[in-house]
C-alpha cells in the first residue's frame, strides 16, 4: 500500500514557502560537495536572492529544489510539499525559469504555448482563454501573442518563458537568471513583472541572478554561497550595511562621454581610480581607503580640462561591491 498522501490528511502545508535544510550534494566521492550544508526559506512575498560566483552552487540548488537532481543528504520542502516524495503534488504549485533551457516551443506563438501548457495542466475552455489573456497582460505580451517566439525578441521570448512558468498562478516561483543576456529595457520589463507576483500576488520567489544591481532592487533576503557553502544570508539592506559600511567609495560623475586622450591622463594621475563610461555620462570612482585630499586634486585637475562635474561626494557601498568583498579570492565573481 502506497503511502497517504499529507495533503488528503488534512495535515498543514507550508503555503507558498520553499525550505531548504542541511542540503548537501556530492556529484563524486573525494572531491569538494557541490553543495554544503545550505539552510534557507523562501516565505509568500518575498524575493529572495541566491548570489555566489560561477560554480558555487546556486543552479545545482535550484535543481534538487525541483527534484531535478537528488539530494546526498538534507530536506527540501517546495510549496510546503517534501520532496521528492511528493513531487507531482508540490509542481502544481511550483513555476520556473531554468537558465539555458527552454520551457516554450519556438515555431507556436505565445498564446499557443499558454493553450498548450495549460490545458498539460487541466485548464479547459473559457477557464483556459480567461488565464491565457490574464497572463499575456501581466506579463505584457498581449500586443505580440500571436506572432511565432522564434521571430520574437530574446526579452520578449524570456516573457513568454516566464508567462509559461506562472500561467497555473504557482505559489511559488524558481528563476535561474531570468535576465541573462536582455538588453536594458527587456530586463526592466522582468523585473517588474517579479515585482508584481511578489507584492500584488505575494508569490515566494527564487531567484538566482550575476546582475548585482538588480539583486539590489529586486531581493528582500539574499543567501551569498561559494564553493558549496554559506558566506553570508539576511535582510539586502542588513547585508550591505554589515559587510559595506566600512567601504564608502568616493565618486565624480561628468557630463558626456570623455575623449581617449582626457581619460588617459587621468587614468595616469589618477591610477587607483576604475573608471565607467556611458552614453551621457563618465564616473571616476575609488575606494575611501586613500586620503580625500585626492579628490580635490582630481577635481582641480577635470577642472584644468575644462569637463562639467555633475557629482563629486561619497556614497555608501552597493551589493556588488559586497558581493566582491565577500567572495574575493573564492572564485571568479561574475
Known sequence: MSAPDPANEGLPRLPAATVVSDLVKSYRPNRPNAVDDISFEVPPGVV???????????????????????????????????????QHKALR???????????????????????????????RGKSLALRTQETLD???????????????SRGMQQKVALAVAVLHDPDVLLLDE???????????????VIRKLTEEQRKAVLLTTHQMALAQRLCHRILVVNEGRKVVEGATDEVIQ????????TEIRLAGAVDHGTLARL?????????TTETETTTLSWSDTHPQQKLLELLNLVDGE???????????????????????????PA
Open 306 to 332: 575644462g569637463l562639467s562635474i555633475l557629482h563629486a561626494g561619497q556614497r555608501e557601498a552597493t551589493l556588488e561591491e559586497v558581493f566582491v568583498h565577500l567572495t574575493a579570492g573564492r572564485g571568479s
Open 178 to 192: 531570468p535576465t541573462l543576456g536582455l538588453d536594458v529595457h527587456a530586463a526592466r520589463a522582468i523585473e517588474s
Open 267 to 275: 587614468c595616469e594621475a589618477f591610477p587607483f581610480a576604475s573608471v
Open 93 to 123: 504549485h511550483a513555476g520556473a525559469v531554468l537558465e539555458g533551457a527552454r520551457n516554450i516551443y519556438w515555431r507556436l506563438s505565445a498564446r499557443a504555448n499558454l493553450e498548450y501548457f495549460g490545458a498539460l495542466r487541466g485548464l
Open 48 to 86: 529572495f536572492g541566491l548570489l555566489g560566483p560561477n560554480g558555487a552552487g546556486k543552479t545545482t540548488t535550484v535543481k534538487v529544489i525541483l527534484g531535478l537532481v537528488l539530494p546526498t543528504r538534507g530536506t527540501v520542502r517546495l510549496a510546503g510539499y517534501e520532496m521528492p516524495r511528493w
Open 242 to 249: 554589515q559587510f559595506g559600511g566600512h567601504h564608502r567609495t
Open 138 to 152: 501581466l506579463v505584457g505580451l498581449a500586443d505580440r501573442a500571436d506572432e511565432e517566439t522564434r521571430l520574437l
